[in-house]
């Protein structure tokens, strides 16, 4: 039994090869994901219908080994790039936890106005909650206000790091067309010298 993951270990193939007494061997492949669980763990899972194709070549080793034959290394992404990044990320991040605290409050007014307009004004405890419906639109207002200002500093941030960010990936899309021209040619030299076929 032979295990393949790629896509970053999310991805396995699983092939196993049967061999008949009397016929040729033949090969059964099961696609595995690996898939996060509501526990946070991780649990596999098989995939059906999944196509499938067998090349008699390894890709990875064609691009590394152009890679390494191109005349200039693959350009890579500035340190500061990755850290401006970093800090769209963190932005986004802030933003979108602001916004949850801010969810979170409207739908406690939303029940607490619900349960006032079941109550009569003069009741004790129509005053207890409505002090406490006042406390907390307050903090709705305040937290509204940082949503938007969190808002509108990741929209700053990832506006100003875009530009950046699709000139380095046009640099790296322009080297690797040139790095990787004769794939072709060297896919179907390995094809060749194999003697088998794509399957």
């Known amino acids: 039994m032979t295990k393949h993951r790629t896509g970053r270990g999310a991805l396995t193939l699983v092939a196993s090869l049967a061999i008949a007494a009397c016929g040729p061997a033949t090969?059964?492949?099961?696609?595995?994901?690996?898939?996060?669980?509501?526990?946070?763990?991780t649990v596999t899972r098989p995939l059906a219908d999944l196509e499938v194709r067998l090349l008699p070549y390894d890709r990875d080793i064609v691009f590394d080994s152009l890679?390494?034959?191109a005349p200039t290394p693959e350009p890579e992404v500035p340190a500061d790039i990755l850290a401006a990044q970093a800090e769209v990320a963190a932005a986004q991040q802030q933003w979108r936890e602001t916004e949850d605290r801010w969810n979170t409050l409207r739908d406690t007014l939303q029940s607490l106005s619900a349960t006032l307009e079941s109550l009569n004004r003069g009741e004790t405890r129509y005053n207890v909650l409505f002090r406490e419906w006042q406390d907390l639109d307050r903090q709705y207002q305040q937290i509204e206000r940082e949503v938007q200002g969190a808002f509108q500093a990741f929209e700053t941030l990832q506006a100003a790091t875009i530009e950046r960010v699709d000139s380095v990936r046009f640099v790296q899309a322009d080297w690797a067309d040139q790095a990787f021209a004769d794939v072709d040619v060297v896919i179907a030299e390995k094809i060749r010298a194999s003697g088998l076929d794509a399957v």
């Open 67 to 69: 890679t390494q034959a």
């Open 27 to 41: 090969a059964e492949i099961t696609a595995e994901l690996d898939v996060t669980s509501p526990d946070g763990g």
